[in-house]
């Protein structure tokens, strides 16, 4: 059984662009592909364009589309194994999720990393076991590593507005008030290495990502430095991942913010964030109601990637 956790899974890019186009062109050439069939889109964390993208992706190819928030109605989970079960929480895992699979042909999964043990996270526990206990395929909405719809979106979007074979792209980090995950920029680095474009990450001391997904990046402390000659400036706030500082926020500075400023050093770059955003801490108002502000091309084709990854799963696993 396929499934689907991350981009370097699209296997040759140049076809799956190719796929990717063709269901932005005809999106609903497919649509007995999903023809009853049920998709099931269960959700541990908040989302607007994951929800509706994935939802739309799978009407489009003819799909009846259910809906879970797990802590919105549904038993409270207990996670590990070998607990007992005398608190709060009324139902295991271990049940809830073959269950969920009884009722569905395809799982979409969106559970971040929860920043209580590092190595869990990066294991990917929780997404694996909906992998090894549900019986169907399972494919990431976000997980604790990973943002593969999301990245394989702003692939697409880079590949409609590049002006030349090979862009530099610059993703830099920004301040945020509050700890997130580095699932987005680890998995937009793992997709950009797998291009010939010049690719850069720029983040303070203390942020590097895990060396797994930097591959072959180069990394750079001076953000000025980097957005020299950018054509797409990529900006993400994370968390720190290395050593015990793990999940930590070490720093809120705005010197990092993306401004009209740091985008004068840039080739006229293009403006891109997964959203959602805080203005004024990642980037500056002008900036991103700017022209050359991708991030609403960047959520409309949430769509189109994830109904090119949910076509592939049917017509691999059916
Ligand atoms: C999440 C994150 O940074 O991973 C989701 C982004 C798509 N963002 C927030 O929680 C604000
Ligand atoms: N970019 C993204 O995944 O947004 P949501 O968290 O709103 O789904």
């Known amino acids: 059984m396929k499934h689907f956790t991350s981009v370097t899974q699209l296997g040759d890019l140049k076809d799956a662009f190719a796929a990717a186009k063709y269901v932005k062109?005809?999106?609903f050439a497919d649509k007995a592909l999903g023809e009853n069939k049920t998709l099931l889109l269960v959700f541990f964390n908040n989302s607007l364009r994951t929800r509706l993208s994935t939802q739309k992706?799978?009407?489009n190819l003819g799909m009846?589309?259910?809906?879970l928030d797990v802590n919105q109605g549904a038993w409270k989970l207990e996670t590990e194994r070998g607990v007992i079960m005398d608190g709060d929480k009324s139902e295991h895992l271990l049940e809830a999720i073959p269950v969920m699979g009884c009722y569905c042909d395809l799982i979409g999964v969106r559970s971040f990393a929860r920043f209580e043990s590092k190595k869990d996270d990066y294991e990917e526990v929780i997404l694996n076991q909906f992998i090894q206990y549900s019986g169907k395929p399972v494919f990431s909405m976000e997980a604790a590593t990973r943002h593969p719809l999301q990245?394989?979106?702003?692939m697409i979007t880079i590949e409609e507005h590049k002006k030349t074979a090979k862009p530099k792209v610059v993703m830099t980090w920004a301040p945020h008030?509050?700890?997130l995950p580095q699932a987005v920029p680890n998995s937009f680095a793992e997709g950009l290495n797998m291009t010939d474009y010049e690719f850069v990450i720029a983040n303070p001391?203390?942020?590097?990502?895990?060396p797994e997904f930097v591959g072959k990046a180069k990394v750079t402390h001076n953000q000025d430095e980097a957005l020299e000659g950018a054509d797409f400036v990529y900006a993400k706030n994370w968390s720190a991942y290395?050593?015990?500082?793990?999940?930590?926020v070490l720093n809120q500075d705005r010197n990092w913010t993306v401004s009209k400023e740091k985008m004068a050093l840039t080739n006229n770059a293009y403006f891109m964030h997964c959203l959602p955003?805080?203005?004024?801490?990642i980037v500056t108002d002008e900036v991103i109601e700017a022209p050359t502000s991708l991030v609403i091309p960047e959520a409309a084709n949430r769509v189109v990637s994830a109904q090119t990854v949910i076509k592939k799963l049917l017509q691999d696993n059916y």
């Open 151 to 154: 990245t394989f979106a702003d």
């Open 25 to 27: 062109e005809h999106p």
């Open 277 to 281: 955003v805080r203005r004024n801490m």
């Open 205 to 210: 001391e203390g942020y590097d990502l895990a």
């Open 177 to 179: 008030p509050k700890a």
């Open 64 to 67: 009846n589309v259910i809906v």
């Open 57 to 59: 992706a799978g009407l």
């Open 242 to 248: 290395e050593g015990d500082n793990y999940g930590k």
